[in-house]
């Protein structure tokens, strides 16, 4: 059953038909899953301020209702090191098209992977998991199942990806918590059975994973249409 606070937000954001990253985040962090910590920030203090309190160095993000493809317009600043990265950060991105505020968050290190979702007319909700970041277009490794997901679903896509051995540790690199990201997509899939009604898709790209723990360090849901 949906939370109050998740319900809540998609009904805010239906007339815009997709949600915000801020929020998005809101509504994966309500459903057990881990985000960087982050603000959504007003103006240069308050960014340089929550930077400060966090630790650098931080990643900067615009947010903005008329921007779904935030890298395709210089809407991402990563590895700001500095109260002078934060104010030239804010500076770039508050040119931007509707821009509501910068988005400050911590950076998260980790091997990048995709988990997503969509809406099949005849199947229902299914779930994809794959090597992630830009390599996801060119490597197209990816596993499909159909929602929900059980332990033993989740542990066999991971394990069909050609890119398994690096997630293994390959050549004596810190293997990834498969325990944290078996957790993820189970959560993930309960979400999407909850949303399947409400949503057209969702992107988490990039999942970061380490050996301790998997994030989920930038994502996006588009919201069924009418």
Same mark, same amino acid.
């Given at each position: 059953?949906? @939370?109050?606070?998740? *319900?809540?937000?998609?009904?805010?954001? @239906?007339? +815009?038909?997709?949600v915000l990253e801020?929020? !998005? /985040?809101?509504?994966?962090?309500?459903?057990?899953? #881990?985000?960087?910590?982050? #603000?959504?920030?007003? =103006?240069?203090?308050?960014?340089?301020?929550?930077?400060? +309190?966090?630790?650098?160095? #931080?990643?900067?993000?615009?947010?903005?209702?008329?921007?779904?493809?935030? *890298?395709?317009?210089?809407?991402?600043?990563?590895?700001?090191?500095?109260?002078?990265?934060?104010?030239?950060?804010? %500076? +770039?991105?508050s040119v931007l098209?509707?821009?509501?505020?910068?988005?400050?968050?911590? *950076?998260?290190?980790?091997?990048?992977?995709?988990?997503?979702?969509?809406? $099949?007319?005849?199947?229902?909700?299914?779930?994809?998991?794959?090597?992630?970041?830009?390599?996801?277009?060119?490597?197209?490794? %990816? !596993?499909? +199942?159909?929602?929900?997901?059980?332990?033993?679903? !989740?542990?066999?896509?991971?394990?069909?990806? @050609?890119?398994?051995?690096?997630?293994?540790?390959?050549?004596?690199?810190?293997?990834?918590?498969?325990?944290?990201?078996?957790?993820?997509?189970?959560?993930?899939?309960?979400?999407?059975?909850?949303?399947?009604?409400?949503?057209? *898709?969702?992107?988490? =790209?990039?999942?970061?994973?380490?050996? /301790?723990?998997? #994030?989920?360090? $930038?994502?996006?849901?588009?919201?069924?249409?009418?």
């Amino acid at each position: 059953m949906m @939370k109050e606070g998740i *319900s809540q937000i998609l009904e805010n954001s @239906k007339a +815009r038909g997709w949600v915000l990253e801020p929020d !998005a /985040k809101k509504i994966f962090a309500e459903s057990g899953m #881990v985000v960087p910590k982050f #603000v959504c920030a007003k =103006n240069s203090e308050e960014a340089r301020d929550f930077a400060s +309190r966090l630790g650098y160095p #931080v990643v900067a993000k615009v947010v903005s209702p008329r921007i779904v493809h935030k *890298s395709d317009v210089g809407g991402v600043v990563i590895n700001i090191k500095d109260k002078e990265g934060i104010d030239a950060a804010f %500076t +770039r991105l508050s040119v931007l098209d509707g821009f509501e505020g910068m988005l400050v968050e911590e *950076s998260v290190p980790g091997t990048e992977l995709i988990v997503g979702a969509s809406i $099949d007319y005849q199947f229902g909700p299914v779930i994809l998991v794959g090597l992630g970041g830009t390599a996801v277009e060119i490597y197209k490794d %990816t !596993a499909l +199942r159909l929602a929900p997901l059980k332990e033993k679903d !989740a542990i066999s896509m991971v394990k069909q990806l @050609k890119a398994y051995p690096l997630l293994e540790g390959y050549r004596g690199a810190q293997p990834i918590n498969m325990k944290k990201l078996t957790k993820l997509l189970i959560h993930f899939s309960e979400l999407v059975m909850d949303m399947e009604e409400l949503i057209e *898709s969702i992107d988490l =790209n990039p999942v970061m994973c380490t050996g /301790k723990r998997c #994030v989920v360090a $930038d994502a996006r849901i588009m919201l069924a249409k009418n």
